[in-house]
């Protein structure tokens, strides 16, 4: 089995990173849930991710945990990382 590393991250920036994930996460379930008409259910989605800055709210919590990552992991785990991502299945138009 592999030895799992420890990373640190300053206790601010993961209370933030938390709360921003809990928001989202959350608030999509419970939009998901509220309604059956999918045009409906769309608009309402565009009106969170718009209304609470998802994306920008997403991408700091990607650029703060990559901060970590990049300073502390090793080149082997940098590998691993790079590779998983190379395989994602990003949605497309």
């Known amino acids: 089995m592999a030895t799992q590393r ?3 991250v300053a206790e601010d920036s993961l209370v ?10 959350v608030s999509l379930d419970r939009i998901g849930a509220s ?8 608009m309402r989605a565009a009106e969170f991710l718009k209304g609470e800055n ?3 709210r997403l ?3 990607r650029r703060a945990l990559s901060d ?7 080149p082997e785990t940098v590998r691993k990382l790079e590779s ?3 395989r994602l299945k990003y949605w497309k138009p």
């Not at 933030?16 to 996460?25: G, N, P, T």
């Not at 309604?35 to 769309?42: F, K, L, Y």
């Open 35 to 42: 309604t059956d008409d999918d045009s409906e259910g769309r």
């Open 16 to 25: 933030k990173i938390l709360a921003d994930l809990e928001l989202i996460v």
């Open 6 to 8: 420890r990373y640190s």
């Open 54 to 56: 998802v994306f920008r």
């Open 84 to 86: 998983r991502l190379a």
């Open 68 to 74: 970590v990552f990049d300073a502390e992991a090793s």
């Open 59 to 61: 991408a700091h919590a």
